[in-house]
């Protein structure tokens, strides 16, 4: 009995020392990045750090209004001389928004490496305190894609990110997840995969902050000129013209241009991602150069540059001019047939090439992706939301009415080759005061009462030969539950679709 005694005791110490070192060695391995540049950048006091970002964003050009920002182009020179132009990118945008991550991507100044490094250890420490890392995303990033990793000696003594998380800790009203990347490839090919892999997070959840400076060390004068075309090039929206203006400044011989744009890395990504989307709006806000300052000096100065990414609605989505075209349709089948296969069979989602997408594909509008087998339903789901273009939308539902609709069983490897895709394309929701605005076949229902809602498709009421009152009261009966009479008093909206599937 007591030699049983004895012998418990010893497994319950044991169990305690494996815990103590498994709490000791996960302390280990988180290591927080401290500042390397306070003091130098800027102040390393926290009270003077707090006074000075104050000035700085009372001299700064305010919130212009612009809404749905995705980006920002903010300088990471010292604050005297940059800081007035950061601080206004930091003003155009939704302080008081929950994010669910800041992207910060900064170029490589101190050492060369291929790809990007992601901070994954730990957090960013300044002199305001923590800045949390979503450590859990970038271990996924770097786990997932080879041209990511961490590399602690890039981030070491690298200013491009830090000096812009005073701005963000001074200006954020909620609590936030930053994503810092250091991009040290030139290679065009490169970065555009890294901008490949960012996308699915390009939209209005989360932000990017672009960290770049513009003319290095020409005159004044010659640093207002060359980077105006440096600038107009970005409003193009176009790498190839910014990739095309580079090349051209930089063969002016222009005396002392070391560099127009030393963030040229990041910038060449944020295009990537914006590029094709026709809803893009690029708005530049200020410029100065380190030559504006009382401390910078006229012969050799920098260039800072603040501007946004915004995106705005589609105008001929809203005056019902949207097509597809027969290679759009067969694109977009493409892409849910290969991922329902992937993500079905191997649990992985595809990456997708946009590099052959038109136009069209890029344009945020909502869509549903129905599955039939043997002509019998099998998962149908989708949004109205458009805040992604809808070749990530299609992708999304895909996945959804495959795995996610609650009718039905999760679809097994045996069932995709008998599965058939079906895709609706919506037009943008009009509230309607009267039903006679439904024209049935032409348009969809949307019927929504208090908190509960419900839809039809267009092709619905085709399917099913109902009259309109019909359509109204199967909808807000069996799709909404609020029963057959409850759209006489709810809010009824209508959207048209572009439907299309697959032929065999």
Same mark, same amino acid.
């Given at each position: 009995?007591?030699?049983?005694?004895?012998?418990?005791?010893?497994?319950?110490?044991?169990?305690?020392?494996?815990?103590?070192?498994?709490?000791?060695?996960?302390?280990?391995?988180?290591?927080?990045?401290?500042?390397?540049?306070?003091?130098?950048?800027?102040?390393? @006091?926290?009270?003077?750090?707090?006074?000075?970002? =104050?000035?700085?964003?009372?001299?700064?050009?305010?919130?212009?209004?612009?809404?749905?920002?995705?980006?920002?182009?903010?300088?990471?020179?010292?604050?005297?001389?940059?800081?007035?132009?950061?601080?206004?990118?930091?003003?155009?945008?939704?302080?008081?928004?929950?994010?669910? @991550?800041?992207?910060?991507?900064?170029?490589?100044?101190?050492?060369?490496?291929?790809?990007?490094?992601?901070?994954?250890?730990?957090?960013?420490?300044?002199?305001?305190?923590?800045?949390?890392?979503?450590?859990?995303?970038?271990?996924?990033?770097?786990?997932?894609?080879?041209?990511?990793?961490?590399?602690?000696?890039?981030?070491?003594?690298?200013?491009?990110?830090?000096?812009?998380?005073?701005?963000?800790?001074?200006?954020?009203?909620?609590?936030?997840?930053?994503?810092?990347?250091?991009?040290?490839?030139?290679?065009?090919?490169? !970065?555009?995969?890294?901008?490949?892999?960012?996308?699915?997070?390009?939209?209005?959840?989360?932000? +990017?902050?672009?960290?770049?400076?513009?003319?290095?060390?020409?005159?004044?004068?010659?640093?207002?000129? @060359?980077?105006?075309?440096?600038?107009?090039?970005?409003?193009?929206?176009?790498?190839?013209?910014?990739?095309?203006? !580079?090349?051209?400044?930089?063969?002016?011989?222009?005396?002392?241009?070391?560099?127009?744009?030393?963030?040229?890395?990041?910038?060449?990504?944020?295009?990537?991602?914006?590029? @094709?989307?026709?809803?893009?709006?690029?708005?530049?806000?200020?410029? =100065?150069?380190?030559?504006?300052?009382?401390?910078?000096?006229?012969?050799?100065?920098?260039?800072?540059?603040?501007?946004?990414?915004?995106?705005?609605?589609?105008?001929?989505?809203?005056?019902?001019?949207?097509?597809?075209?027969?290679?759009?349709?067969?694109?977009?089948?493409?892409?849910?047939?290969?991922?329902?296969?992937?993500?079905?069979?191997?649990?992985?989602?595809?990456?997708?090439?946009?590099?052959? +997408?038109?136009?069209? !594909?890029?344009?945020?509008?909502?869509?549903?992706?129905?599955?039939?087998?043997?002509?019998?339903?099998?998962?149908?789901?989708?949004?109205?939301?458009?805040?992604?273009? !809808?070749? =990530?939308?299609?992708?999304?539902?895909?996945?959804?009415?495959?795995?996610?609709?609650?009718?039905?069983?999760?679809?097994?490897?045996?069932?995709?080759?008998?599965?058939?895709?079906?895709?609706?394309?919506?037009?943008?929701?009009?509230?309607?005061?009267?039903?006679?605005?439904?024209?049935?076949?032409?348009?969809?229902?949307?019927?929504?009462?208090?908190?509960?809602?419900?839809?039809?498709?267009?092709?619905?009421?085709?399917?099913?030969?109902?009259?309109?009152?019909? +359509?109204?009261?199967?909808?807000?009966?069996?799709?909404?539950?609020?029963?057959?009479?409850?759209?006489?008093?709810?809010?009824?909206?209508?959207?048209?679709?572009?439907?299309?599937?697959?032929?065999?």
């Amino acid at each position: 009995m007591i030699k049983a005694k004895i012998n418990l005791l010893i497994l319950m110490f044991l169990l305690m020392f494996v815990t103590t070192c498994n709490s000791q060695n996960t302390q280990i391995n988180s290591i927080d990045r401290q500042p390397a540049v306070s003091g130098q950048f800027y102040q390393r @006091n926290n009270d003077e750090l707090k006074s000075t970002l =104050k000035q700085l964003f009372s001299e700064a050009i305010p919130n212009q209004g612009t809404k749905n920002v995705l980006a920002i182009i903010s300088p990471h020179a010292g604050y005297v001389f940059s800081g007035e132009v950061a601080a206004t990118s930091f003003n155009q945008i939704d302080i008081a928004k929950d994010y669910e @991550n800041i992207f910060i991507l900064g170029p490589s100044h101190k050492v060369a490496l291929r790809g990007a490094s992601i901070y994954s250890i730990g957090n960013y420490i300044t002199p305001l305190g923590t800045v949390k890392v979503n450590t859990k995303l970038a271990e996924k990033l770097i786990k997932q894609y080879s041209f990511f990793n961490f590399n602690k000696a890039v981030h070491r003594y690298e200013h491009s990110i830090e000096v812009q998380l005073p701005f963000l800790q001074y200006i954020m009203r909620r609590e936030y997840k930053i994503v810092p990347i250091v991009i040290g490839s030139q290679d065009q090919k490169t !970065l555009k995969k890294i901008a490949n892999a960012l996308s699915p997070y390009f939209n209005s959840k989360n932000l +990017f902050i672009i960290s770049t400076d513009f003319s290095h060390y020409p005159s004044y004068d010659d640093a207002v000129t @060359n980077d105006k075309r440096t600038v107009n090039a970005i409003k193009t929206n176009s790498t190839d013209s910014l990739i095309n203006t !580079l090349q051209s400044n930089a063969e002016r011989n222009t005396p002392n241009l070391v560099t127009s744009l030393c963030g040229s890395a990041p910038v060449h990504t944020l295009l990537y991602m914006t590029e @094709n989307n026709p809803n893009i709006s690029i708005t530049p806000i200020q410029y =100065k150069n380190s030559g504006d300052t009382k401390y910078g000096d006229k012969n050799k100065v920098v260039g800072y540059s603040s501007i946004i990414f915004s995106i705005n609605k589609n105008k001929a989505m809203e005056n019902n001019e949207f097509k597809l075209s027969e290679k759009d349709k067969k694109d977009l089948l493409h892409i849910a047939r290969l991922t329902i296969e992937q993500y079905i069979n191997y649990n992985k989602i595809p990456e997708i090439d946009t590099t052959n +997408f038109s136009k069209t !594909l890029m344009i945020n509008c909502g869509a549903f992706v129905t599955l039939t087998k043997n002509g019998d339903l099998r998962g149908c789901i989708g949004r109205f939301d458009a805040d992604e273009p !809808l070749y =990530k939308v299609v992708q999304a539902m895909a996945i959804s009415s495959s795995t996610q609709d609650y009718r039905f069983s999760k679809v097994t490897p045996k069932e995709v080759n008998n599965l058939k895709i079906g895709i609706s394309v919506l037009s943008p929701m009009k509230k309607i005061k009267s039903i006679d605005e439904i024209e049935l076949g032409k348009h969809g229902i949307y019927i929504k009462k208090g908190y509960a809602s419900g839809t039809f498709l267009p092709q619905v009421a085709n399917e099913t030969n109902w009259t309109k009152e019909e +359509f109204l009261g199967h909808c807000a009966r069996d799709k909404a539950g609020i029963g057959w009479d409850g759209w006489k008093d709810a809010d009824i909206y209508i959207y048209g679709a572009v439907v299309f599937k697959e032929k065999k």
